[in-house]
């Protein structure tokens, strides 16, 4: 048995260890966009990522390409048909369409 769990852990940290890095957003600090806004409005129009801005440490806004945005809208889009063809029409199915919606509201935001 634990022949087999060396096994297995073996593996996995292989596998583990096949994958890059964790991949951090720039972040600018509030005070800091202030001084350098275009600068950032082209890191994020220009680039390949969003810039994220910052107070107290705290992440509190992002600034993202167009192409980013209208994927978004799109998403958002799409969560929102699904939502509407799950609800029920009959009152018997109220309970489960709302728990079918908290868990999407969580999942999708």
């Not at 596998?15 to 957003?25: E, N, R, V």
């Not at 969560?79 to 868990?103: C, K, N």
Request: contains cysteine; glycine residues 6%; hydrophobic residues 40%.
């Amino acid at each position: 048995m634990r022949q087999e769990f060396q096994a297995v852990f073996g593996c996995m940290a292989a596998q583990l260890s096949d994958l890059d890095p964790p991949h951090l957003l720039p972040c600018v600090s509030s005070d800091k966009l202030r001084d350098n806004l275009s600068e950032s409005i082209n890191r994020a129009a220009f680039g390949t990522e969003p810039v994220l801005v910052m107070r107290r440490g705290r992440k509190i806004a992002a600034i993202v390409s167009m192409d980013d945005l209208t994927f978004l809208e799109k998403m958002k889009q799409r969560r929102d048909e699904a939502m509407r063809e799950r609800l029920p029409t009959e009152q018997s199915g109220i309970g489960p369409a709302i728990a079918q919606r908290v868990y999407w509201e969580l999942f999708f935001g």
